[in-house]
């Protein structure tokens, strides 16, 4: 497994708990369709939220949330279209949970509601 690909697990259990710990209910975890994927999907009421998880352990390149490609924002909410077909929902939010895992510090943890569309 790559450094990468480890920094990102530890970034989306982070947020996985941090969701839970707020009452948001976990409905999906790395959802893909084709090479699209999207990071957690959760419920807050009658709200599907798709979340997107962005981890860094250095902010030398910019914050996490700065990231996030136009491209990428495609990408999800193609996805979350996908998804959401022929299900019963009231409104969808896209969320980006940021993480900055430092050293010798506790993670920085930074939820952004309503981050795009």
Same mark, same amino acid.
């Given at each position: 497994?790559? &450094?990468?690909?480890?920094?990102?697990?530890?970034?989306? $259990?982070?947020?996985?708990?941090?969701?839970?710990?707020?009452?948001?209910?976990?409905?999906?975890?790395?959802?893909?369709?084709?090479?699209?994927?999207?990071?957690?999907?959760? &419920?807050?009421?009658?709200?599907?939220?798709?979340? $997107?998880?962005?981890?860094?352990?250095?902010?030398? =390149?910019? =914050?996490?949330?700065?990231?996030?490609?136009?491209?990428?924002?495609?990408?999800?909410?193609?996805?979350?279209?996908?998804?959401?077909? $022929? &299900?019963?929902?009231?409104?969808?939010?896209?969320?980006?949970?940021?993480?900055?895992?430092?050293?010798?510090?506790?993670?920085?943890?930074?939820?952004?509601?309503?981050?795009?569309?």
């Amino acid at each position: 497994m790559s &450094k990468n690909k480890k920094i990102g697990d530890i970034g989306e $259990e982070l947020s996985v708990k941090f969701l839970i710990e707020h009452g948001y209910q976990i409905i999906e975890k790395n959802w893909t369709v084709g090479h699209k994927e999207i990071d957690i999907i959760a &419920k807050e009421n009658d709200i599907y939220i798709f979340v $997107e998880v962005k981890t860094r352990t250095s902010s030398k =390149m910019g =914050m996490p949330e700065e990231s996030i490609s136009e491209r990428k924002i495609q990408s999800v909410t193609e996805a979350a279209r996908i998804y959401l077909y $022929e &299900k019963q929902y009231k409104d969808i939010r896209f969320d980006v949970i940021s993480i900055l895992l430092k050293k010798e510090n506790p993670p920085e943890l930074l939820h952004i509601k309503d981050a795009f569309y």
